[in-house]
């Protein structure tokens, strides 16, 4: 008789672990923030110290935003906080900023780490895609070092990658392209506490939740963790927008920066990297 009610008690507890697992749903809320790569030539032409000043302080505070991150075991949604939007440029500004693709409001990016796919709803200058490919694969190097993020031990991992960037200016209404290689060391901090394969954009890849990633010039930082909320979560997949694959968008994506460079040629226009234009006047 003993051994029937072990052998009965071993399966409600690996039923339980499994209808937990089933059920394990979580959010993450994530501040970013990233440098600005404006800069300025000397003598540029409409623009004085004072306006400097004021581009810097309006690009870095658009650089700093909040998304949030909701989870179940296998797949996840990476938004915008809508509430927490930048207001609109002041009426009367000589100052607009212009910028297009990436994430932002609106924006959705959708990942299945079981299917090793992604669903990323965006738009370039108003137009909605929806980018469907597999997921990246992060050649990870695991470390022992450790740190604490709020209540959370986190253990350091780094990704290195040879990129090529083609630095787009505009100078006295002429375009000037110039290609650099560089290498980038992306340092990602995941705790072991949230036991998943995830974390913030698309990152994933590593044996825990992923807390932080900086790259260099883009910190992603978790400020608040919630672990099956009382408000059941639900990820839905996205499913508006033209469907493309991600090299396509990104063929996209160059092709309408570079048309909207072509536009501000001889305008007076600046170009700050990152799909971020800036035109003084008017």
């Known amino acids: 008789m003993k051994t029937i ?11 339980v672990s499994a209808v937990n697992a089933q059920e394990f749903t979580g959010k993450a809320i994530y501040k970013t923030s990233s ?13 004085d110290d004072k306006m400097q000043e004021e581009l810097k302080k309006r690009l870095q505070k658009m650089n700093q935003k909040t998304f949030i991150l909701e989870f179940d075991k296998n797949s996840s949604t990476y938004k ?12 009367g500004s000589k100052i607009g900023v212009f910028s297009f693709g990436g994430s932002g409001s ?55 990658k040879e990129v090529e960037n083609t630095n787009t200016t505009m100078k006295d209404g002429a ?34 939740l992923i807390l932080e990633i900086n790259d260099g010039k883009k910190l992603i930082v978790c400020t608040e963790i919630t672990l099956n ?10 499913k508006k927008g033209k469907v493309v694959s991600q090299k396509k968008y990104l063929k996209i994506q160059k092709e309408k920066s570079d048309e909207m460079m072509e536009k501000f040629k001889g305008r007076n226009g600046l170009d700050l990297g990152n799909g971020v234009n800036i035109k003084i006047g008017g």
């Open 229 to 238: 909320p009382s408000v059941k979560i639900t990820i839905q997949e996205p």
């Open 5 to 15: 009610i072990t052998i009965i008690t071993t399966v409600v507890f690996l039923f």
């Open 80 to 91: 915008e906080d809508e509430q927490l939007q930048a207001p609109n440029p002041q009426a």
């Open 106 to 160: 609106g924006s959705i990016y959708y990942k299945n780490i079981r299917e090793n796919r992604f669903s990323n709803q965006t738009e370039i200058q108003g137009k909605r895609f929806l980018v469907k490919d597999t997921l990246k694969d992060f050649e990870w190097e695991l470390s022992s070092e450790t740190k604490n993020i709020g209540n959370y031990t986190c253990y350091k991992a780094t990704f290195t």
């Open 35 to 47: 440098k600005s790569t404006i800069k300025f030539g000397k003598d540029q032409k409409g623009i």
């Open 175 to 208: 375009l000037l392209k110039e290609i650099k290689k560089e290498t980038i060391v992306t340092t990602a901090w995941y705790t072991l506490q949230v036991a998943m394969n995830n974390g913030p954009a698309n990152y994933q890849g590593l044996p825990g």
